[in-house]
């Protein structure tokens, strides 16, 4: 029987073969790598991916997919809402070997499974798409890289340089955590419904050495930089400075827009201080 795409999933499955052998060719896995597909829906990626790796691991939370998902005994299906899954303890349960019956090696299988990541790539519903690349966040550290396919609106906010209507909450904390680059661009067409929008391919690496900053300051400061992106930020972003006691030498009199990544990465560590 034929799977009827559900709207409340966001469900648009890639169907163009041409699109399908371009994302595999940039992803490029290697036997050995642990692929990580977020919504792997009617398998479409998921076939070609496997020619080229030993096993995988697919989050899928619709029951129906899920049922046909389990059939693959290469697979590794995870029945689950993404926002839900805590990829430290994913990535220590699929590198650590963990059914392994012999204690020692055990051991040692956890101690190297700590320096391995994974690899994550899926066809995000546009829905979710940004709690997604948020809630990852979480879990930078254990990723080699990610490789998405989006909505266009949002690949260019991802990827926006400053004094542009695109940057804003979304560019910097990605920004400052990874290296982004807008792959290619998809067409309504290559989607089986169609969606209404077009798609884009992006590839998230994270930095090796990404600056240090307490995460829930910078996320804050910036969340009020841009509450009201049109209003100076000595208007939103000032009172918030003076609350905490902030002494330090930054010009307020610009709007949230014109501040680059590094400034706002700066005064937050001012602010930790």
Known sequence: MKHIPRKRFGQHFLVDQGVIEDIVDAIAPKKGDWVIEIGPGMGAM???????????????????????????????????????????????????????????????????????????????????????????????????????????EVVQRMVANPFTSDYGRLSIMLQWRYEMHSLLDVEPNAFDPPPRVRSAVIRMTPRANPPQVEFGVFQNLVQVAFSQRRKLLRHTLGHWLEERGYAGDFDLKRRAEEVSVQEFIALAQGIQK
């Open 46 to 152: 998921t076939g070609p991916l496997l020619k080229m790796l030993e096993q995988m691991c697919v989050i899928e939370l619709d029951k129906d997919l899920v049922k046909t998902l389990q059939l693959n005994t290469q697979l590794k299906v995870i029945p689950c809402d993404v926002l839900k899954v805590n990829f430290h303890h994913l990535a220590d349960e699929l590198f650590s070997g963990a059914n392994s019956r012999d204690t020692s090696a055990e051991v040692t299988s956890n101690a190297l499974a700590k320096d391995k990541k994974l690899r994550i790539v899926g066809n995000l519903p546009y829905n979710i798409s940004t709690p997604i690349l948020f809630h990852l966040l979480d879990y930078v550290d254990r990723v080699e890289d990610q490789h998405f396919m989006l909505q266009k």
